[in-house]
Every structure is written in structure tokens, then in C-alpha cells.
Antibody, heavy 124, light 111 residues
Framework: QVQLVQSGAEVKKPGASVKVSCKAS????????IIWVRQAPGQGLEWMGW????????IYAQMLQGRVTMTTDTSTSTAYMDLRSLRSDDTAVYYC?????????????????WGQGTLVTVSS | QSALTQPPSASGSPGQSVTISCTGT?????????VSWYQQHPGKAPKLMIY???KRPSGVPDRFSGSKSGNTASLTVSGLQAEDEADYYC???????????FGGGTKLTVL
């Protein structure tokens, strides 16, 4: 079955960087895109961006442009999200999720399999 | 402030039906048939319930249905059950400026 397993919780100081990993299994990794979504404590979901595991193309949310980088390693079926210049309002649970449709179908802009989430706390 | 507007709360008794709305604009909900709904229980990851406005992933009960009229999408839960109590989020494709936007979420309470 499809599984996405994320790396563990992180505590960072303001101005630092964090890299969250998302290891996929149960499907052909390069056939699907991966999105990243975050959720601040007690708040709603925020779309951060998307990466194609097929060719590495990325789309980032405008408000994170310049601070976020998404990458994939097809040899290990792992996606990564790197967020720099951390601020206190970056404190959130970060989720990776797989596109519902493969790269060979039209993008449904929805995600049917999610990682368990990674809590990133930014505090001095 | 979220791009899509949802009521903060909704409720219904077991067996009843409840509808949650998700209002956007012609640049997102009204412009594309790419509305999704997610269910999230406390401390858990979101779960896809509806995609492309009306489609249900395998394994999602047919008590859950989606629709859209103009700039407003709706999720209807029929035959409410205790396990339906959760937060529900809508999302929509919003074109090549914003790509994907979410609603602020609706807390569904089963009375």
C-alpha cells in the first residue's frame, strides 16, 4: 500500500533552516508529484508548493518564494522540503502528500496519500 | 485570512444530513472543476474525501457527496455518524498565480 513516512520533529532557532524528508513506498515514485502543506497550531491548512518526482519541476507558493526549496531523490524515493530563514510563524506541522493523479493524467490538484506530519518549532 | 470562505462550524444529529459550503471567486472555485474536500481528525493527517468537485476516492462512503454552483462548492454528509465529527477543509485550484488555495476549515459536530 502507498505510504509516506516523514522525518521526526525539529526545534530550530529563528534564522536557521530546516529540511524535512518524506520517504515514499508502495508505488512508482517518479510517476507522481508531491505537495507540501503546513498547518500552524490550531490553524488551517496552507499549500506550500509542489514538485514533480518525474522531472523535478517545482511550483512554490508566492509567500514562500525565495525561502523554500523542494527536491526529490528518485534513487531513494524520497522528497525533501528545505525552509530557510525560519521565523516564529513558521512553527507548524508540515505534511507531504502524493498527487492523486499520475503524471500521465491531468492534474486533479488533490492529494490522496499523506505523510504523518512533522512538527517544526521555531523558538529562541 | 483564507482564500476560500467556510463556516467555522456545522452540526447535526446522527442520521441527519449536513452541508458545508466553500465560497471562492471566479478565479478559483468558479473557474475550475478542481475542488477537493479533506477530513481531518484531531492530531491526524488530512484525508481526501472528494476530488474534482464530485468524485469520491475508493473507500470513502457514498454518504459523502460534493457539488458546485457558481463560485460556491458544497460538501454534503448524509446519514451522519459519530465518526464524521472532524474538521473539513475545501481546496481549489486557482490558476497559475496562486495554484492551490484552502478554506479556513469547518468543525463538524455530531450532536
Amino acid at each position: 500500500q502507498v505510504q509516506l513516512v516523514q522525518s521526526g520533529a525539529e526545534v530550530k532557532k529563528p534564522g536557521a533552516s530546516v529540511k524535512v524528508s518524506c520517504k515514499a513506498s508502495g508505488y512508482t515514485f517518479s510517476n507522481y508529484g508531491i505537495i507540501w502543506v503546513r498547518q500552524a497550531p490550531g490553524q488551517g491548512l496552507e499549500w506550500m508548493g509542489w514538485i514533480s518526482a518525474y522531472n523535478g519541476n517545482t511550483i512554490y507558493a508566492q509567500m514562500l518564494q525565495g525561502r523554500v526549496t523542494m527536491t526529490t531523490d528518485t534513487s531513494t524515493s524520497t522528497a525533501y522540503m528545505d525552509l530557510r530563514s525560519l521565523r516564529s510563524d513558521d512553527t507548524a506541522v508540515y505534511y507531504c502528500a502524493r498527487d492523486r493523479n499520475s503524471v500521465y493524467s491531468g492534474n486533479s490538484w488533490s492529494s490522496d496519500n499523506w505523510g504523518q506530519g512533522t512538527l517544526v518549532t521555531v523558538s529562541s | 485570512q483564507s482564500a476560500l470562505t467556510q463556516p467555522p462550524s456545522a452540526s447535526g444529529s446522527p442520521g441527519q444530513s449536513v452541508t458545508i459550503s466553500c465560497t471562492g471567486t471566479s478565479s478559483d472555485v468558479g473557474g475550475y472543476d478542481r475542488v477537493s474536500w479533506y477530513q481531518q481528525h484531531p492530531g491526524k493527517a488530512p484525508k481526501l474525501m472528494i476530488y474534482e468537485v464530485t468524485k469520491r476516492p475508493s473507500g470513502v462512503p457514498d454518504r459523502f457527496s460534493g457539488s458546485k454552483s457558481g463560485n460556491t462548492a458544497s460538501l454534503t454528509v448524509s446519514g451522519l455518524q459519530a465518526e464524521d465529527e472532524a474538521d473539513y477543509y475545501c481546496s481549489s485550484y486557482a490558476g497559475s498565480n496562486s495554484y492551490v488555495v484552502f478554506g479556513g476549515g469547518t468543525k463538524l459536530t455530531v450532536l
